[in-house]
C-alpha cells in the first residue's frame, strides 16, 4: 500500500502538464502559418498589384494611341509646264575700243580742233602741233632727193655708152636710196604734227592744251569707240556649261535700254576667288546711245524645261536647312521633297519638275515631319498662281 501512492502522484502531475505543452505548440504553428500568409500577402499582392496597374496602363496608352486620328493636311497635285528658263548674269557694259592717242613727235600744241563728248570720224584731227623747221627740212631733203635721183640717172647712161664704171653707178645709187629715206622720214615727221583719230569714236579726254608742250608718247586725246559696246559679267561654274560662244542673248540695262546681242567670249579659267568664268556679250550701238560702264543684266534663252509654278507659302525647310516642300505617298506618309529653283517671279517661284502626280501639300506642311501619317484632304480653295 505504502509503495502505491507516490506512482499515482506522478501519474497526475504528467497527465496536468501534457495539455499545457499542447496549447503551446498549437499557438507557435499558428503564429507561424500566419506569419507566412501575411509575407505572401505583402510580396505578392504588392508585385501582382504594381504588375496589374502596369498592364492597365499599358493597355489605356495601346487604347488611346488608337483612338487619336491622324493629323489632316491639305493637298494639291500641280501640273507640270513648258518652261523656257533663262541664264540671268549681273554685269556692266564697256567698250573694249578705248586709246589713249599719243604724239610721235615733240612739239607745241596750236590747234584743239575738238572737245570731250565728240563725236568723231576716224582721220579727223584731234591737236595739231607747230611745224617749226619741220617744213624746211621736208622741202630740203626733197631737193636733195631730185639731185641725188639726176645723178643717178645721169650715171646709168654714161655707164651704158660705156664713159663711167659701174662703181661709179652703184654709189649713185647709194646716194639716191639715202636721200630716199631722209625725205621719208621727214614727211613723216612733218605728218606727226597732226594728231588724227585712229578710229570712230567719242572723244572722252582731252588732256593737252594749246600752248602746252608735247613730248613724245603724251596723251593728246582719249578716244573711245560705243560700237560695238560690250557687256562683261561672271557666270556660275555650275551655269557655264549651260552656254556658249554665239548663243544669242539680250542686255537689259538699268537706265531702261534694252538691246539684242551674242556671246562673244566665255573665260577657259575660273577667277580663283570667286570661282566664276568671265563672258561678254556683243551688242550693237550705231549711234552711240548706250553708255559704257551701266549696270546690266545678260539674259540668255536656256533650252525649254519641264517645271512646276509654286506659290512661295507652300515652300518650307527641313531639319538640315535645306529648302523643299513636303509631300504625301500613296501610303499617306508624308516625305520631304528638295526642290531647285529655277527663277523667281512675281506670280510664283519656278522650280524644276518633281515626280508627275505628286500631292504637295499646300495647309499644314510646318505641323507635320517625314514618315509621319497623315490624312490628306484634297484642296478645293487652293488658287494656282497665273501662269500655271
Known amino acids: 500500500m505504502t509503495h502505491d501512492k507516490p506512482l499515482d502522484k506522478q501519474k497526475k502531475a504528467k497527465a496536468v502538464k501534457s495539455p499545457?505543452?499542447?496549447?503551446?505548440?498549437?499557438?507557435?504553428?499558428?503564429?507561424?502559418?500566419?506569419?507566412?500568409?501575411?509575407?505572401?500577402?505583402?510580396t505578392g499582392d504588392i508585385k501582382g498589384g504594381a504588375r496589374l496597374k502596369q498592364d492597365t496602363a499599358t493597355q489605356n496608352?495601346?487604347?488611346?494611341?488608337?483612338?487619336?486620328?491622324?493629323?489632316?493636311?491639305?493637298?494639291?497635285?500641280f501640273t507640270a509646264q513648258p518652261y523656257l528658263a533663262k541664264l540671268i548674269i549681273r554685269g556692266r557694259t564697256f567698250s573694249d575700243t578705248q586709246v589713249n592717242v599719243r604724239a610721235?613727235?615733240?612739239?607745241t600744241v596750236i590747234k584743239l580742233p575738238v572737245q570731250k563728248g565728240d563725236f568723231v570720224e576716224k582721220g579727223t584731227l584731234l591737236c595739231q602741233l607747230e611745224d617749226g623747221a619741220r617744213e624746211a627740212s621736208a622741202l630740203e631733203a626733197k631737193a636733195l632727193l631730185a639731185q641725188a635721183k639726176a645723178d643717178?640717172?645721169?650715171?646709168?647712161?654714161?655707164?651704158?655708152?660705156?664713159?663711167?664704171?659701174?662703181?661709179?653707178?652703184?654709189?649713185?645709187?647709194?646716194?639716191?636710196?639715202?636721200?630716199?629715206?631722209a625725205f621719208e622720214r621727214a614727211q613723216l615727221d612733218l605728218k606727226r604734227t597732226k594728231i588724227t583719230a585712229p578710229f570712230t569714236g567719242y572723244v572722252e579726254k582731252t588732256p593737252a592744251k594749246v600752248g602746252s608742250l608735247v613730248s613724245v608718247g603724251e596723251a593728246c586725246a582719249t578716244l573711245v569707240s560705243l560700237d560695238p559696246l560690250h557687256v562683261v559679267g561672271a557666270v556660275r561654274e555650275g551655269d557655264v556649261q549651260k552656254i556658249k560662244s554665239g548663243d544669242k542673248g539680250m542686255a537689259r540695262l538699268i537706265t531702261g535700254e534694252l538691246a539684242e546681242g551674242f556671246v562673244r567670249f566665255i573665260s577657259a579659267t575660273a577667277e580663283p576667288e570667286t570661282r566664276t568664268f568671265r563672258i561678254e556679250l556683243e551688242i550693237p550701238n550705231p549711234d552711240g546711245q548706250l553708255k559704257s560702264g551701266i549696270t546690266t543684266d545678260i539674259?540668255?534663252?536656256?533650252?525649254?524645261?519641264?517645271?512646276?509654278?509654286?506659290?512661295?507659302?507652300?515652300?518650307?525647310?527641313?531639319?538640315?536647312?535645306?529648302i523643299g516642300v513636303r509631300a504625301v505617298t500613296p501610303q499617306q506618309?508624308?516625305?520631304?521633297l528638295p526642290i531647285q529653283i529655277i527663277s523667281e517671279q512675281k506670280q510664283g517661284i519656278w522650280v524644276e519638275a518633281l515626280p508627275e502626280g505628286t500631292s504637295i501639300i499646300t495647309v499644314g506642311q510646318d505641323f507635320v515631319k517625314a514618315g509621319q501619317k497623315v490624312k490628306p484632304?484634297?484642296?478645293k480653295n487652293f488658287k494656282t498662281p497665273p501662269g500655271s
Do not use: C
Not at 496608352?61 to 497635285?77: I, S, Y
Not at 610721235?104 to 612739239?107: I, P
Not at 539674259?299 to 535645306?322: H, V
Open 377 to 379: 484632304v484634297q484642296d
Open 152 to 181: 643717178y640717172e645721169a650715171s646709168k647712161k654714161l655707164e651704158q655708152r660705156g664713159h663711167t664704171a659701174g662703181l661709179k653707178v652703184l654709189e649713185n645709187k647709194a646716194l639716191y636710196d639715202r636721200a630716199m629715206a
Open 104 to 107: 610721235e613727235t615733240a612739239g
Open 333 to 336: 506618309k508624308v516625305e520631304f
Open 299 to 322: 539674259e540668255i534663252p536656256l533650252p525649254e524645261q519641264p517645271a512646276f509654278l509654286l506659290p512661295p507659302s507652300i515652300l518650307t525647310l527641313n531639319d538640315a536647312g535645306k
Open 20 to 42: 499545457t505543452r499542447w496549447i503551446s505548440s498549437s499557438i507557435l504553428w499558428a503564429l507561424l502559418f500566419t506569419g507566412l500568409i501575411a509575407v505572401w500577402a505583402l
Open 61 to 77: 496608352n495601346k487604347q488611346t494611341q488608337k483612338e487619336v486620328p491622324p493629323f489632316q493636311v491639305r493637298t494639291f497635285v
